[in-house]
């Protein structure tokens, strides 16, 4: 038989067992098709191939060994940055902040301090632009080249963040979380990320409630081709410093009144 007089499709029906592999050949006028039992481990393949239905393991096992690598390499940096926090002001060289994450929940969230100690709980409590007074010298570098984040490589190691996701909101800001709705309660399903799909769609400039928007999306849409596609972008968002400066509203309530964060 030539190969286009056969055509098989296969189905796996992943609702009983064992495992079928459902066999149809186009030649065999009249007969039904067949049932032939196939191992399990086409069932994994499949499920790997179906990322929405996988991708959640398999995400966690990438986290953990990508975050204690990075953890190792960049060691020396994260030395050498906190002596130079703590050189400059005084105060502890890690910033920890309550931030929501998975199922609201709230955790630690670990930056390199770039404000000056007590910084939030002096005007807004939030980081304001580029002219805020409360960011250090060093401060300003770290914040520049996004180097205050990598604390929250122990944050993914312990299970609080991921690589990709939501960026984790304040407990009190937009707004506590009682204040969110059904939808934007969506954004919760699962851990939240260094960075995101809001990140490299606006990331400061975005407002609340779009941001939001975008980071539900993330949620419906979450793969592994989706992540490596954020991952590069925010490489190169980081290198080319774009969007790391609030330059308007970024929350707007329904009286119209805006609040720079």
Same mark, same amino acid.
């Given at each position: $038989?030539? &190969?286009?007089?056969? !055509?098989?499709?296969? *189905?796996?029906?992943?609702?009983?067992? &064992?495992?079928?592999?459902?066999?149809?050949?186009?030649?065999?006028?009249?007969?039904?098709? /067949?049932?032939?039992?196939?191992?399990?481990?086409?069932?994994?393949?499949?499920?790997?191939?179906?990322?929405?239905?996988?991708?959640?393991?398999?995400?966690?096992?990438?986290?953990?060994? +990508? =975050?204690?690598?990075?953890? +190792?390499?960049?060691? %020396?940096?994260?030395?050498?940055?906190? +002596?130079?926090?703590?050189?400059?002001?005084?105060?502890? =060289?890690?910033?920890?902040? $309550?931030?929501?994450?998975?199922?609201?929940?709230?955790?630690?969230?670990?930056?390199? !301090?770039?404000?000056?100690?007590?910084?939030?709980?002096?005007?807004?409590?939030?980081?304001?632009? =580029?002219? @805020?007074?409360?960011?250090?010298?060093?401060?300003?570098?770290?914040?520049? *080249?996004?180097?205050?984040?990598?604390?929250?490589?122990?944050?993914?190691?312990?299970?609080?963040?991921?690589?990709?996701? %939501?960026? %984790? &909101?304040? /407990?009190?800001?937009?707004?506590?979380?009682?204040? #969110?709705?059904?939808?934007?309660?969506?954004?919760? $399903?699962?851990?939240?990320?260094?960075?995101?799909?809001?990140?490299?769609?606006?990331?400061?400039?975005?407002?609340?409630?779009?941001?939001?928007?975008?980071?539900?999306? #993330?949620?419906?849409?979450?793969?592994?081709?989706? @992540?490596?596609?954020?991952?590069?972008?925010?490489?190169?968002?980081?290198?080319?410093?774009? $969007?790391?400066?609030?330059?308007?509203?970024?929350?707007?309530? @329904?009286?119209?009144?805006?609040?720079?964060?």
């Amino acid at each position: $038989d030539k &190969p286009e007089d056969k !055509r098989f499709y296969a *189905t796996c029906c992943i609702e009983s067992e &064992p495992l079928y592999v459902k066999s149809v050949d186009r030649n065999s006028c009249g007969q039904n098709a /067949t049932d032939v039992p196939c191992q399990k481990v086409f069932f994994y393949f499949y499920c790997f191939l179906r990322m929405d239905i996988m991708y959640q393991y398999v995400k966690r096992v990438l986290d953990i060994v +990508i =975050a204690v690598l990075s953890a +190792i390499l960049l060691s %020396p940096l994260m030395a050498v940055t906190a +002596i130079a926090v703590k050189t400059e002001s005084e105060g502890p =060289a890690l910033f920890k902040q $309550d931030r929501l994450g998975k199922g609201g929940k709230v955790f630690k969230i670990y930056k390199f !301090r770039s404000m000056c100690q007590g910084a939030e709980h002096t005007g807004s409590g939030v980081y304001s632009g =580029a002219d @805020d007074m409360r960011v250090t010298k060093v401060g300003k570098i770290i914040r520049a *080249t996004s180097i205050d984040e990598l604390p929250q490589l122990f944050n993914i190691i312990k299970g609080d963040m991921s690589f990709i996701g %939501p960026r %984790p &909101p304040l /407990t009190y800001h937009p707004w506590n979380i009682s204040e #969110y709705t059904e939808e934007q309660l969506h954004m919760f $399903d699962v851990r939240p990320g260094i960075s995101g799909w809001a990140q490299i769609n606006g990331r400061k400039d975005v407002e609340w409630h779009k941001r939001i928007e975008l980071n539900c999306w #993330y949620v419906d849409h979450m793969s592994l081709l989706l @992540d490596i596609k954020i991952l590069f972008k925010t490489v190169f968002k980081v290198l080319k410093n774009e $969007d790391n400066v609030n330059n308007g509203a970024t929350l707007v309530t @329904d009286d119209t009144k805006a609040e720079t964060v």
